[in-house]
Nanobody
Framework: QVQLVESGGGLVQPGGSLRLSCAASGIIFSIYDMGWYRQAPGKQREKVAT???????NYADPVKGRFTISRDNAKNAIYLQLNSLKPEDTAVYYC???????????????WGQGIQVTVSS
């Protein structure tokens, strides 16, 4: 029904930067909140940043001032600019979207497959 495809992950040295992208496709009528979450080995999945369809953003404390979330509603896409990366940012990053499908009266939560970000020297 809805597919979220992430791209842009990889290996980067501490202090480096990456840009993640996530594009949604499917029988979409409207997308509400979208966001990025991450899960490090042995830890629970945690919120990184979210953005509403009006562009209001919210960040987790550990990434404030370093990461920037943005959105292109015309493309059903969000982006995450990761700057000043630290080894503790190493995790699988997941895209999330709150979607109303065409012909449906209910919103559902969708997740991407996840993309690895590794920060290491």
């Amino acid at each position: 029904q809805v597919q979220l495809v992430e791209s842009g992950g990889g290996l980067v040295q501490p202090g480096g930067s990456l840009r993640l992208s996530c594009a949604a496709s499917g029988i979409i009528f409207s997308i509400y909140d979208m966001g990025w979450y991450r899960q490090a080995p042995g830890k629970q999945r945690e919120k990184v940043a979210t953005i509403t369809n009006r562009g209001n953003t919210n960040y987790a404390d550990p990434v404030k001032g370093r990461f920037t979330i943005s959105r292109d509603n015309a493309k059903n896409a969000i982006y995450l600019q990761l700057n000043s990366l630290k080894p503790e940012d190493t995790a699988v990053y997941y895209c999330n979207a709150d979607v109303l499908l065409r012909g449906s009266a209910f919103r559902n939560d969708y997740w991407g497959q996840g993309i690895q970000v590794t920060v290491s020297s």
